[in-house]
């Protein structure tokens, strides 16, 4: 099988930082996206920030100039620096990633149990 576990949530004071962790585990052949989503209460899940293999980044313009995604494909995992940090980036953070376990195989979405992430003074 296939974990993602995330680290990192906590409280912050508006305008702080936090980094976020996301490690992949299990039967992995290769890994093709890894990404951070999140979902305040009453409101749907969305995509924050995703990275492919060859490290091309895509960001929400929410997270735009403020969060950085980056991989390290050696070690299966994710991270996400916040700065600056928001009232409204209050949410759980989903860790997301589509896995392909075999050679052959096509990838399959995995997500960890998320992270919860609170700013507030």
């Known amino acids: 099988q296939v974990q993602l576990v995330e680290s990192g949530g906590g409280l912050v004071q508006p305008g702080g930082s936090l980094r976020l962790s996301c490690a992949a585990s299990?039967?992995?052949?290769?890994?093709?996206?890894m990404a951070w989503y999140r979902q305040a209460p009453g409101k749907q899940r969305e995509l924050v920030a995703v990275?492919?293999?060859?490290?091309?980044?895509v960001y929400a313009d929410a997270a735009k100039g403020r969060f950085t995604i980056s991989g390290d494909n050696a070690k299966n995992t994710v991270y996400l620096q916040m700065n600056s940090l928001k009232p409204e980036d209050t949410a759980v953070y989903y860790c997301?990633?589509?896995?392909?376990?075999?050679?052959?195989?096509?990838?399959?979405?995995?997500w960890g149990h998320g992270t919860q992430v609170t700013v507030s003074s």
């Open positions: 997301n990633s589509n896995i392909k376990r075999r050679s052959g195989d096509g990838d399959l979405e995995y």
């Open positions: 990275v492919n293999s060859v490290g091309i980044t």
């Open positions: 299990g039967s992995i052949f290769s890994i093709n996206t």
